[in-house]
């Protein structure tokens, strides 16, 4: 089955970076677009998408709050697929979920928090 697992959380002051990662089983990885979502806690929103990567890496996609901050990539020998996340600010504490977005599956998250 299809697995999601994220890693890199932490807390961060602001002004600062993050880097997390995702590592993919249970399906071909290279043959999907793959993303980076969040959600604040405490807050009825849903998730919202924030980043994504074609299946080749060769084209991505930000969210307003987070373009020229925060960089998604992958690695297709590895299965993993990352997101740098540089001059952080408070409102990016969240918790953040991997999505492949073909069928709409999600990581358990992993929180961040930006603080001083």
């Known amino acids: 089955q299809v697995q999601l697992v994220e890693s890199g959380g932490g807390l961060a002051q602001p002004g600062g970076s993050l880097r997390l990662s995702c590592a993919a089983s249970g399906f071909t990885f290279s043959d999907y677009d793959m993303g980076w979502g969040r959600q604040v806690s405490g807050k009825t929103r849903e998730r919202e998408l924030i980043?994504?990567?074609?299946?080749?890496?060769?084209?991505?996609g930000y969210e307003d709050s987070v373009k020229g901050r925060f960089t998604i990539s992958r690695d297709n020998a590895k299965n993993t697929v990352y997101l740098q996340m540089n001059n952080l600010k408070p409102e990016d504490t969240a918790v953040y979920y991997c999505?492949?977005?073909?069928?709409?599956?999600w990581g358990q998250g992993t929180q961040v928090t930006v603080s001083s």
């Open positions: 980043a994504t990567i074609s299946l080749s890496g060769q084209s991505t």
């Open positions: 999505t492949r977005l073909l069928g709409d599956y």
